[in-house]
């Protein structure tokens, strides 16, 4: 199983990106997917998280701002970002909770990460 991140780029302050992260491989079924971040020197932290049947999470610093969205039949998820701040810049990792066997339960992959640097 792999996950293909996509989207980042630079952006100025008060604009909007959207990253999307495109699931492969022999997959079964998938659970939670998740978008995180990572600024430098600082420790990862989800950002947000939507569960097979929709409901959704987010971290506070984003809440109003971002919106998680995720389409099964493509193995896809989304995260539409508006109203970027600096302290948004970081990389986005995706995130998905895999079962790619019937003879095994669900594993977490990673994506390999996008930037998304936002100017002030």
């Known amino acids: 199983v792999q996950l293909q991140a996509s989207g980042g780029g630079l952006v100025q302050a008060g604009g909007s990106l959207s990253l999307s992260c495109a699931a492969s491989?022999?997959?079964?079924?998938?659970?939670?997917m998740s978008w995180y971040r990572q600024a430098p020197g600082v420790q990862r932290e989800l950002v947000a998280t939507?569960?097979?049947?929709?409901?959704?999470d987010y971290a506070d610093s984003v809440k109003g701002r971002f919106t998680i969205s995720r389409d099964n039949t493509k193995n896809t998820v989304y995260l539409q970002m508006n109203s970027l701040n600096s302290e948004d810049t970081a990389v986005y990792y995706c995130?998905?909770?895999?079962?790619?066997?019937?003879?095994?339960?669900?594993?977490?992959?990673w994506g390999q990460g996008t930037q998304v640097t936002v100017s002030s």
């Open positions: 939507i569960t097979k049947d929709g409901s959704t």
């Open positions: 491989g022999t997959i079964i079924s998938i659970n939670a």
């Open positions: 995130n998905a909770e895999v079962r790619s066997s019937y003879f095994a339960g669900f594993r977490e992959y």
